[in-house]
């Protein structure tokens, strides 16, 4: 692995720690064999409150590490937030500790960057479930319930060849490449979402400021899904927090999902269908011919997210 140089490096890795100790160093022997010679680097490891010996591990660590001891833990995301905030690289990478990085996997991340300029956003890739090798991740959309999913769908041949940027709603926060420049302009992650929703929360921000997210298809790597301890325990809390904030954007980007979905059950009746001059939008929609989703489009959309809205309702009542 090289070592810095003796000016600002090229790219700062950042990679928050909560225990896991075996994958982290695993993802670190990837990551140090799959870095290209000659770019020069940081890797800045933050433990949020280990407690199975990774504090004292990464403490005897040296260059290019930058080890930083939390005092408490401030989760993923204020973890994360803490290292960029003290890294020098024109580019982040944000990596999860329970990756293991194949060869090539950085380059076409970096060239997505390169290839969307100024108007780069946050850059994914696809990522297989280490356990399975089942796609886990290939971008995030946006669901019927008005909630974030992954696309689970492995890219065709023909669209990793072809059409290697794949532009996406967001990407996972488990390996992202950003530029710090647009980091620091839109304020890294908010600290409000506990160990989830962050990373779309700071996409959809990305979007609002004229972005593009995107998903580097020839990128490949192995994660082991959900393996820090209590990742999971805050998922209906943060979605929610989510809906509540992007409600309006959240509507807008399901609406062709849903319009698909609901033009594929009333064809199979046409007397289900709306009046002519909306079915027509909806296929000029679904088409991509119009940019703007019709009226039933969103209306079926608010319902469902009203749906979700009432439900956690009850949920935090009780």
Not at 218 to 247: F, M, Q
Request: hydrophobic residues 40%; charged residues 25%.
């Amino acid at each position: 692995m090289s070592t810095r140089s003796s000016g600002a490096p090229q790219l700062s890795v950042i990679t928050p720690l909560f225990n896991c100790l075996p994958h982290t160093r695993v993802m670190l022997e990837s990551l140090r064999m799959s870095l290209p010679r000659g770019l020069s680097h940081e890797i800045i490891l933050v433990d949020d409150g280990s407690s199975d010996g990774t504090r004292a591990w990464v403490s005897g660590l040296g260059a290019p590490y930058r080890v930083i001891l939390n005092e408490r833990n401030l989760g993923f995301g204020g973890a994360t937030n803490r290292g960029t905030a003290v890294a020098r690289g024109e580019i982040l990478a944000l990596l999860n500790n329970d990756l293991v990085l194949r060869g090539g996997w950085l380059g076409p991340m970096l060239s997505a960057l390169k290839s969307l300029g100024p108007r780069a956003g946050l850059i994914g890739n696809v990522q297989l479930d280490a356990s399975s090798l089942a796609v886990d991740h290939a971008g995030i959309r946006i669901n019927l319930k008005g909630k974030p999913d992954h696309n689970r769908q492995a890219p065709s041949l023909a669209a990793t060849l072809f059409t290697p940027v794949r532009r996406v709603v967001a990407v996972t926060g488990a390996c992202v490449v950003v530029s710090a420049e647009v980091w620091r302009r839109l304020g890294g992650f908010d600290e409000g979402y506990v160990n989830g929703c962050e990373d779309v929360d700071l996409c959809l921000r990305a979007r609002e400021a004229g972005l593009i997210n995107a998903v580097a298809l020839r990128s490949r790597i192995l994660h082991h899904v959900s393996a820090s301890p209590g990742r999971k325990r805050r998922d209906e809390d943060n979605t929610r927090r989510l809906v509540l904030r992007w409600r309006d954007t959240l509507a807008v980007l399901g609406s062709r999902e849903w319009t698909w979905d609901h033009f594929g059950r009333v064809a199979q009746d046409p007397r289900d269908f709306p009046d002519p001059v909306e079915a027509w939008r909806m296929a000029f929609y679904m088409t991509g011919a119009r940019p703007t989703p019709p009226a039933t489009s969103l209306s079926g959309m608010n319902e469902a997210i009203d749906g979700e809205l009432a439900r956690w309702r009850k949920m935090f009542s009780d």
